[in-house]
Structure formats: structure tokens, C-alpha cells
């Protein structure tokens, strides 16, 4: 494992109990740094958190709703003095089914965790960021929201918004020292697959030129690079990590 520097550095993980989130908070301390996490499972994100030692904490957030997110930038300020990174990696992927046949309720719930939790955290975070100088985002979107995968429009959709929300706020904070980016994974096997198909699983492989899913420790790797001072010249920019499936 390469030696990243996040060192006196901390930073709030959405989604943080498990997955990708839980795997980015490990290489962030690895790094370094101490981290929080925020996940809607307030005992998983405790459970995650004692495993990670003493570097980690957790509170219990809905990403959905404001009033959530204030209250934990408020705890972790509280806790930590500071936070330098935000990696918005919370998120669902609703059904697997076409837009004719696709329930409204269950749009809305994959755009208002995915989407709009994703602005929500970004809303509340950047003002301290703002206020101390510094700070590092990074948003998990996904190849859908390049290349929309047919039986996942709410998801692809929900993941192109976030590309779109990354390239606005970072021009956005352009002229500060604060750096917005995002990263744009083929499928990697955690526990989301639990939400997919078996078919969806396997035309999601068959896109892929390596002919392997993702690891996890693949995507921390780089989600910890942006969010290192090292990455200084790149804002409002897409970093493919995808096996080969998308390259622009």
C-alpha cells in the first residue's frame, strides 16, 4: 500500500458503516487521519467506528434531511475541531426495473439519498470549510452516470446529477482552497449488490474490459488521494475507476 499523507487531518464519511464508505474511513486513517462517520444505521456506524480504533466516531445521520445534517456537522465540530474532507459515499440503488414499470416512491427515495443528500451535505459542510481555508469533497458517483444502465434509471440519473453538482460546485469554489471532485466506479462487490438482480449483477461484469468487479481498496485508494493536499490542481473533475468500461 502506497503512503498517502492525511496526517491531523479528519473527515466525515456518509455511508461509513459498511461498503465503500467503511473501506475509505479505513484507508483515511491508515493515512493519518481520524474520521467520522455518518450513516443511517446509527448502531452500525458505532460498531464500524469501534472497529477502526480509537481515529474513528460515528453518529447516527439521515443524509435525506437537513435538520439531520446540521445537527451532525454541529456533533462533529463539536468532537473533532474541524472537518477537512467530506467523501458523500452514502447511497441505494433502488430497483431494478424499467422507467414504465419504475414506482414513483421509489424514485424519489434513490434521488433523495443519492442526489439531494448528497447537496444537503455538501450545503452544510462547505461554510466551515470555507471558514478554515481548507477542505477536500469527494462525491461517489458511478459509470451508470456516464453511460445510463437500462433497469437503473433512477440510480444513473440520480449518479449524473452528482457529476453535474460536482463540476458546479467546484468551479464554484474554484478560487478557494477547497477542492470538489468526483469518482466514477464500475461495480464493486459490497453489500449494495444485496439490492440488485442476479441479471443486473452479471450485465454489470459483462461491461467491464478487466472482466472483474472492482475492490474496494481500489476506490479508497484514490477517494484518499483527493482528499490529501496532494491533489491541488484538480476541481470540479470525474476520475474514471472502472476496469476499462469508460474511459472519457
Same mark, same amino acid.
Given at each position: 500500500m502506497n503512503q498517502l499523507d492525511f496526517a491531523g487531518r479528519h473527515a466525515v464519511v456518509t455511508g461509513g458503516a459498511t461498503g465503500l464508505g467503511f473501506g475509505i474511513a479505513k484507508r483515511l486513517i491508515?493515512?493519518?487521519? *481520524?474520521?467520522?462517520?455518518?450513516?443511517?444505521?446509527?448502531?452500525?456506524? +458505532?460498531? +464500524?467506528?469501534? *472497529?477502526?480504533?480509537d481515529k474513528a466516531s460515528a453518529l447516527a445521520v439521515d443524509v435525506s434531511q437537513q435538520p439531520s445534517v446540521a445537527k451532525a456537522v454541529a456533533g462533529t465540530l463539536a468532537q473533532a475541531g474541524r472537518i477537512d474532507a467530506l467523501v458523500n459515499s452514502a447511497g441505494i440503488t433502488g430497483p431494478n426495473t424499467t422507467v414504465w414499470d419504475y414506482p414513483v /416512491?421509489?424514485?424519489? #427515495?434513490?434521488? /433523495?439519498?443519492?442526489l439531494t443528500g448528497l447537496f444537503i451535505c455538501c450545503r452544510e459542510v462547505v461554510p466551515q470549510m470555507r471558514s478554515q481555508g481548507w477542505g477536500r469533497i469527494v462525491n461517489i458517483a458511478s459509470v451508470a452516470g456516464k453511460e445510463g444502465n437500462p433497469n437503473a434509471s433512477a440510480y444513473s440519473a440520480s %449518479?449524473?446529477?452528482?457529476?453535474?453538482?460536482?463540476?458546479?460546485?467546484?468551479?464554484?469554489?474554484?478560487?478557494?482552497?477547497?477542492?470538489?471532485? $468526483?469518482?466514477?466506479?464500475?461495480a464493486v462487490k459490497t453489500a @449494495?449488490? /444485496?439490492?440488485?438482480?442476479? #441479471?443486473? @449483477?452479471?450485465?454489470?461484469?459483462? %461491461?467491464?474490459p478487466m472482466g472483474r468487479f472492482g475492490?474496494?481498496?481500489?476506490?479508497? +485508494?484514490?477517494?484518499?488521494?483527493? $482528499?490529501?493536499? /496532494? $491533489?491541488?490542481?484538480?476541481?470540479?473533475?470525474?476520475?474514471?475507476?472502472?476496469?476499462?468500461?469508460?474511459?472519457?
Open positions: 491508515d493515512s493519518g487521519g *481520524s474520521v467520522t462517520l455518518w450513516d443511517r444505521d446509527g448502531d452500525a456506524a +458505532a460498531k +464500524a467506528a469501534a *472497529s477502526l480504533g /416512491d421509489a424514485w424519489r #427515495q434513490v434521488m /433523495d439519498v443519492n %449518479k449524473a446529477g452528482v457529476i453535474a453538482l460536482t463540476k458546479s460546485l467546484g468551479k464554484e469554489l474554484a478560487g478557494t482552497d477547497i477542492r470538489v471532485n $468526483c469518482v466514477t466506479p464500475a @449494495i449488490f /444485496d439490492q440488485m438482480t442476479e #441479471q443486473h @449483477i452479471a450485465f454489470m461484469l459483462s %461491461k467491464i475492490q474496494v481498496e481500489e476506490i479508497a +485508494a484514490m477517494v484518499a488521494w483527493l $482528499c490529501t493536499e /496532494d $491533489c491541488s490542481f484538480s476541481t470540479g473533475a470525474t476520475f474514471d475507476l472502472s476496469g476499462g468500461r469508460s474511459t472519457y
